[in-house]
Every structure is written in C-alpha cells, then in structure tokens.
C-alpha cells in the first residue's frame, strides 16, 4: 500500500481555513481568514484589463521580470530606506509563502532548528515542518508581546541556524521596535544566524513613524532575507504575487530553489504588480486611514461585548483576550463566538506550538464598513442575548 510521506505527519488542513469553511455553512460573519476584503485599487484593475491582452504570457525568467524587480527596490528605497539592487538581489515569488518557502529549501538543511516568536503565523510551522526543520519557540507575554534579550538567547540551541520574524506582526500587529531588531542583530550574529523576516504588512501601520525595515538596523543586513506581498498592500492576495530580497550570495540560491519549485511568479501578473508599486504616497496614506477606522470600528464592538482587544499597531488583525467570557481556551472563545453570535474567529492556539497564557482569539477588519457593523451588532447578543 502506497504511504503518505513522514513529514506529513500531524499535519492538516488550516485551521484558519476551516473556520471560513464553517462560517459559509452556517451564514457567519467570518473575521478568521485575512481575505483582504477590500477592494484593489481601481486603476490597477482598469489599466490591468486595458492591457492585459498585449502583456507577456510566457514564462519569466526565474527571478522575474526587470521591471518588478526594479518597482520592488524603487518601493522599498522610498518606502523604507532599504537598499537592494534589482538585478542581483531581488526575486519575484508565488506570494510571501512562496519566497519562505523558497528561502528555506536554499539555506537550512533539515533538522537545523529555527527560532518562532510567539504569538506567530501559523504557517511558519507548517512550512518548517514540510522542510523536516525543528522549530524552537520563543514565548512572547501579553499585553505587550516585546522580544527581550534573556528570552531570545536562552532559546538558542546548538542545532539553531535561523529565526523568523513578523513586523508588523500577524497576529497581535505589534510592529518590532529599533531597539528589539538590536537584540535581534546581537544574538544573531554572535550566533551566526539567518534571519527571516516577513515584512507583508508593512504599509499598514497606524502610529506616525514610518515602516522599520529589519534588514536596515545594526548588521542585519548582512545576514537578513526580507519577503512581502503585494496582497495586503493592494488588496490581491488572490494574485500570489510576492518578493524575496536580501544579500546576492543567498539570493543566488533563493532564485534557483523558486526556479525548481514552482519556475517563476505570474508574468503577466508582475507586470501589472509593477505599476501598484510605483502608487504616490497618497494611495498608502488613504490605505491606512481605512484600516484605522476599520480598526477602531471592530474594536469597540469587541468591548461593548465585554471582551478585551488589543491595540494593534499595525496589519489588520485584533487579538482579543476572551477571558471575560469564563473560558480556558481561545477554542472555547471561538465555538462560543461561532454558534452565539455568527461570528467566525481564529483561536489563539492556533498562533503557538504550546498553549498560550490566555483565551485569545483573532479577528481580522479587512472587510467592508458594512460587514464590520453587523459583526459589531451580532457580537452585541454576548451582553444582551
């Protein structure tokens, strides 16, 4: 009889998934998944449509087209400060997911061990566990999730070659301080570490100070390889356009893993993305005063409900502390949510590999003003059902 691999062992369908295929069943208001339900810029769509017919439709080169290239370091230097030559440094990939898992295939072997800071996206762990690594956590605490020194080098390993990092983080929105990505620099150098850093959410944030780019603090440049999206910035996550970039020795590597993994990115596609790179700076500005309102919005319908959001400083997810509510688990929280009130989240445990401290769930706001009022309203059934 024919056997499934190894390394899916404990491995299964998103939970984040799940709850959006339970929220279709049952006619729920679905703040688990990060659909980004807002609509695309309008002039990428009708320039798109104008032109589609007469862009390339062949495969790209394995890095990707010149002109994405050079739109993603263009972005970066004007958006950032962050410094990368578009020829040698830069490669377009099927989404974030794509260049993370492109980055890991070119430079851990399997059993090196990998550093994920809890609360983290939960498909770090998948991802690692696909390429037979070891994860190695680092736990975070609440309200505040800060990275300290003495939590970061007490999980260190002699197996550890690399950590990933998420800044504005998915999913509380913490967005990592200059003084944190020092710590982060010290440790991994001393250590001689890779670090991963996935930067999806970059442009949006909700504090004055502009994104912080992790590969332009302390040495992290030398040793940093920075992936984002153009799904989050522009609302197309449908699209699976990304980037990988950072050093040209571990870039070289990067590009040949994506070429044997999946040849290139969509060409037609990257020549459209190219163009919601190069949007003015009002287009970002606009971007974040929506998702501020959107915030504020769903917040103040979790507290009226007696539950406890946090402040998110950037991304578009809230992390909700459901302990008002008398559970233990955030599964709880969300069944609760679910089957009371319509209201699909993503539970806390999702985010860690060991239970977390408190009964969080996550609820994203990238959808329209009107679905966010009437989750607003059925989450009201909590106090007053």
């Not at 699976?240 to 970039?245: I, K, N, Q, S």
């Not at 590999?353 to 909590?382: G, M, Q, T, W």
């Amino acid at each position: 009889m024919v056997k499934v691999a190894n390394r899916m062992r404990g491995l299964q369908k998103s939970a984040i998934g799940a709850m959006t295929v339970r929220c279709q069943e049952l006619g729920a208001v679905n703040l688990a998944q990060g659909l980004s339900m807002v609509p695309p810029p309008a002039s990428l769509l009708t320039q798109g449509a104008r032109d589609f017919a007469d862009i390339g439709h062949s495969y790209s080169r394995p890095e990707g087209l010149a002109v994405f290239r050079e739109a993603v370091a263009g972005k970066l230097k004007r958006c950032s400060g962050l410094s990368v030559e578009p020829t040698t440094q830069v490669v377009a990939t099927v989404g974030a997911t794509g260049a993370l898992m492109a980055t890991l295939t070119a430079l851990l072997d399997a059993g090196d061990g990998v550093i994920l800071f809890e609360p983290f996206y939960s498909y770090y762990l998948s991802s690692l566990k696909m390429q037979d690594l070891r994860p190695e956590p680092v736990r975070l605490a609440g309200p505040d999730f800060a990275i300290t020194e003495q939590s970061l080098r007490a999980a260190v390993t002699d197996r550890t070659r690399a950590m990933i990092i998420c800044t504005p983080n998915n999913p509380t929105g913490r967005r990592l301080t200059a003084a944190e990505l020092k710590i982060i620099s010290t440790v991994a150098e001393e250590h001689d570490l890779l670090v991963i850093t996935d930067e999806v959410y970059e442009d949006i944030y909700f504090d004055p100070a502009p994104h912080l780019a992790a590969a332009t603090v302390g040495n992290l440049g030398e040793r940093t390889v920075t992936m984002s999206s153009l799904g989050k910035s522009f609302s197309i996550p449908g699209w699976r356009l990304g980037y990988v970039c950072g050093p040209e020795q571990l870039i070289g590597a990067i590009k040949v893993a994506a070429d044997s993994l999946v040849v290139c990115a969509p060409t037609p596609l990257q020549e459209i993305g190219a163009r919601a790179l190069s949007l003015s700076n009002d287009y970002y500005r606009d971007l974040r005063a929506m998702y501020d309102r959107k915030r504020r919005a769903l917040a103040e319908g979790f507290a009226a409900a007696g539950l406890s959001p946090n402040e998110p400083e950037g991304a578009y997810y809230l992390f909700v502390d459901c302990s008002r509510m008398g559970v233990a688990t955030g599964t709880e929280a969300a069944e609760i949510l679910l089957e009371n009130s319509l209201v699909g989240t993503v539970p806390g445990e999702v985010f860690y590999l060991n239970a977390p401290d408190r009964p969080y769930v996550r609820a994203c706001f990238s959808l329209p003003d009107e679905v966010i009022a009437e989750a607003v309203d059925r989450l009201a059934s909590l106090t007053h059902g």
